[in-house]
């Protein structure tokens, strides 16, 4: 005899399935649209196989502290990234084109959870799934999970830690300070001061009239000791390894002075932040103003401030962002969480029939619409690139390879092989210094000048993101191959 269920017993696996749905199915779909095409897109710059070659010097040296590329060590950037492309390449024994792209896949998903997190908390579970899968499908976030860059994981490092901010401060739960200051630290081995931002923002948004200076209530000593002990070493170890020069030129130049906005005043100041907001919150982005002007009105009706938070967020990000000198898409990254916010909230507000039915309708349509865009732009992306002028049947294995305004790194990679990059104009036949022996592969934009000054003969062809390239011998050397 076969006992029967209680309704009880019934209705709490109901709810319990009713629960954790959502949260499964926005799960599965973000691994749908990250992962389907895992692997397919060829590395074409030098940012995009700078880590993955970090990652081969770690696993083929196992110098974990100061991994090398053309064999100095690597101090611009901390070595968090690289370290985990090449555990991520440890199961395999090699960094691969697809092994490279662990990391920023699962950030993404990370930054998917994360946001999922701050909305359910401060609003609601259907905001929370919202913002999600809004997060998730923003141009960045879908795009640049596919490089095997830092960016997307000091994105999903400052939601994390925003969302320790958002426990702390709405929760009470004065622990998650310790969090927020430790993913600070994270942030920092990651992409560096970069990872400051999440602090600038809590601060701006602490700053309230009628709380008080924010210095005790974000126990911004004993968080400020704990960061500089978890960014120490790596000052420590880079002055050992690089000295004056480590300070002069890499924390100065390429940390600070390369982000401060010099030069004369051009309306690009402007036009550019807005521009790169815009492209990479798509296609998303028409609906921001909408949700900023909702959120302000929002927080004026209830000032209970969970609004104040995004749209702070928001504004401290694009402001420090866009005053800087350098503009590239990725900085903005850290804009997709609380932009994705906002517009959820919005579109909650909204009175609408039949807004499930809508929600699923719009969801369906952008995943469709990435999933053929994305297998569409592999396609174009991947035809820009061929190495194949440097294969082992036109290039000696024991004769150097010298790249000319050519991306030796994204040559490096792919030949597995050193390769060296050369100034245009270096070892002119004309100056009384003896060119490198070895094979060139010469931008075919400064080819002219190499064939004019120099005893080589063209021997093959080739193109790297959609750049040509003529690979060159000396005229001895392309004789000895005939």
């Not at 999600?132 to 795009?143: A, D, P």
């Not at 929002?298 to 104040?308: D, F, H, I, L, S």
């Not at 049947?393 to 390879?401: E, F, L, Q």
Request: with cysteine; hydrophobic share 55%; glycine share 8%.
């Amino acid at each position: 005899m076969t006992a029967t269920p209680s309704p009880q017993v019934d209705g709490r696996w109901r709810r319990r399935l009713a629960r954790y749905a959502g949260p499964s199915t926005l799960l599965a779909v973000g691994v749908l649209l990250l992962f389907f095409d895992f692997g397919a897109r060829v590395l074409a710059t030098n940012d995009e196989t700078r880590f993955p070659m970090l990652a081969r010097d770690i696993v083929a040296r196992g110098d974990w502290l100061l991994p090398r590329l053309g064999g100095l060590p690597h101090l611009n950037k901390p070595p968090l990234f690289a370290w985990l492309v090449a555990l991520a390449a440890w199961p395999g024994g090699a960094v691969t084109q697809s092994s490279a792209l662990w990391p920023s896949l699962v950030a993404a998903v990370g930054v998917l959870i994360a946001t999922s997190w701050i909305g359910w908390r401060l609003w609601s579970r259907e905001i929370g799934l919202a913002a999600g899968f809004i997060v998730l499908t923003t141009h960045g976030i879908f795009t640049l999970a596919r490089a095997p860059m830092p960016d997307m994981m000091l994105c999903f490092v400052i939601t994390a830690a925003m969302a320790a901010f958002v426990a702390a401060e709405f929760s009470g739960r004065r622990l998650s300070l310790a969090v927020f200051y430790v993913l600070l630290g994270v942030g920092f081995w990651t992409k560096g001061l970069a990872a400051l931002l999440a602090l600038a923002i809590v601060v701006v948004f602490s700053l309230h009239p009628a709380r008080g200076w924010p210095v005790r209530r974000l126990a911004l000593p004993a968080g400020l000791v704990l960061v500089s002990l978890m960014i120490a070493p790596w000052f420590v170890l880079g002055a050992t390894s690089g000295g004056e020069q480590f300070v002069r030129e890499i924390v100065m130049i390429d940390w600070v002075l390369w982000y401060l906005p010099v030069g004369h005043w051009r309306w690009r100041v402007i036009t550019e932040p807005i521009g790169q907001t815009l492209s990479i919150l798509l296609p998303w982005s028409p609906l921001l103003p909408f949700a900023v002007v909702s959120a302000v009105g929002m927080e004026a009706k209830t000032g209970v401030r969970k609004a104040a938070l995004l749209l702070v967020w928001l504004g401290v990000v694009f402001v420090l962002v866009g005053a800087s000198a350098q503009q590239r898409m990725r900085y903005y990254l850290p804009l997709c969480p609380p932009a994705a916010l906002l517009i959820a909230v919005w579109y909650h507000q909204l009175t609408l029939r039949h807004r499930k039915v809508l929600g699923m309708t719009i969801a369906a349509l952008v995943v469709a619409g990435l999933i053929v865009w994305q297998t569409a732009d592999d396609a174009r992306h991947n035809a820009l690139t061929n190495l194949r002028a440097l294969d082992p049947r036109t290039v000696k294995a024991d004769t150097p390879i010298y790249a000319v305004d050519v991306p030796e790194l994204v040559l490096a990679f792919y030949l597995d092989r050193p390769v060296v990059a050369l100034h245009t104009d270096a070892a002119s036949a004309s100056d009384g210094r003896t060119p490198p022996i070895g094979y060139f592969a010469v931008a075919d934009r400064v080819l002219p000048r190499w064939l004019d000054q120099r005893p080589v003969a063209t021997i093959a062809t080739g193109v790297v993101n959609g750049q040509g390239f003529s690979v060159l011998a000396p005229e001895s050397l392309s004789r000895r191959q005939r």
